[in-house]
C-alpha cells in the first residue's frame, strides 16, 4: 500500500528565509511524485512534479529514492508563498494519494 | 489545461436525505475523480468516474453511499445518499487527460444537520 508523509502540519517562517516543506512516501511501484498548492480561496493546483525537474515560483523538489522523499525547497520565502501544501503520489490506476498537507505561514 | 466547476458550491442538508453534486469541465477529458475532504484532513479519493461505465469505488467507499454518473467527457455528478453528520465534508471534483496531471474544481462544502 502507499502512504505519503508530512511531518509537519504548520510551518512558520520569517520573509526572506529559506524554506523546506517535507515529504516521504512508501510505494512499491515507481514513484511519480507531485507538490500541490492551495491559496486562500482558491481551488487546490498543482504546483510542481518531479519527472519536470522544473523551478516554479522559485520552489524546486527532488526525488530521492534513496531516503523516499520529495521535499519541496525555496531558497528564499516570500509573503505570497503562505498556503496549503500537499504532496502527492501517482499510482499505478493513475489516482493521486495525497499527504496530510502543510500549512505554511511567511511572516513578514 | 482545464476549468471545472461544481455546483452547488455549498450545501446545508438534514440527516437522511441526498445530494447530488455536480461537476463541469470546460474541455474533453478522459478522467474526472471525486474526492473528499474531511475537516482537518487530506484529500481522499473517493472514485474514478468511467464514461460511459460503473465509476471505480476505492476502498471504504460504495456505489449505494455514493453513486456516481459520467454521461459524456466533460460532466459528472457525485450523489451523498442518506446523509449523516459524518458526511459533513468538502467534496472535490478533479478532472484531466490523465492522472498524471489534474485540474481541481473549487469544491462543494457540505454540512449535514
Known amino acids: 500500500a502507499q502512504r505519503v508523509t508530512q511531518p509537519e502540519k504548520l510551518l512558520s517562517v520569517f520573509k526572506g528565509a529559506p524554506v523546506e516543506l517535507k515529504c516521504n512516501y512508501s510505494y512499491s511501484g515507481s514513484p511519480e511524485l507531485f507538490w500541490y498548492v492551495q491559496y486562500s480561496r482558491q481551488r487546490l493546483q498543482l504546483l510542481l512534479r518531479?519527472?519536470s525537474r522544473e523551478s516554479i515560483k522559485g520552489f524546486t523538489a527532488d526525488l530521492n529514492k534513496g531516503e523516499t522523499s520529495f521535499h519541496l525547497k525555496k531558497p528564499f520565502a516570500q509573503e505570497e508563498d503562505s498556503a496549503m501544501y500537499y504532496c502527492a503520489l501517482l499510482t499505478g490506476a493513475n489516482n493521486l494519494f495525497f499527504g496530510t498537507g502543510t500549512r505554511l505561514t511567511v511572516i513578514p | 489545461s482545464a476549468v471545472i466547476s461544481q455546483k452547488p458550491s455549498r450545501d446545508i442538508c438534514q440527516r437522511g436525505t441526498s445530494l447530488t453534486i455536480q461537476c463541469q469541465v470546460d474541455s474533453q477529458v478522459t478522467m474526472m475523480f471525486w474526492y473528499r475532504q474531511q475537516p482537518g484532513q487530506s484529500l481522499t479519493l473517493i472514485a474514478t468516474a468511467n464514461q460511459g461505465s460503473e465509476a471505480t469505488y476505492e476502498s471504504g467507499f460504495v456505489i449505494d453511499k455514493f453513486p456516481i454518473s459520467r454521461p459524456n467527457l466533460t460532466f459528472s455528478t457525485l450523489t451523498v445518499s442518506n446523509m449523516s453528520p459524518e458526511d459533513s465534508s468538502i467534496y472535490l471534483c478533479s478532472a484531466g487527460v490523465s492522472g498524471y496531471e489534474q485540474y481541481f474544481g473549487p469544491g462543494t462544502r457540505l454540512t449535514v444537520t
Open positions: 518531479h519527472i
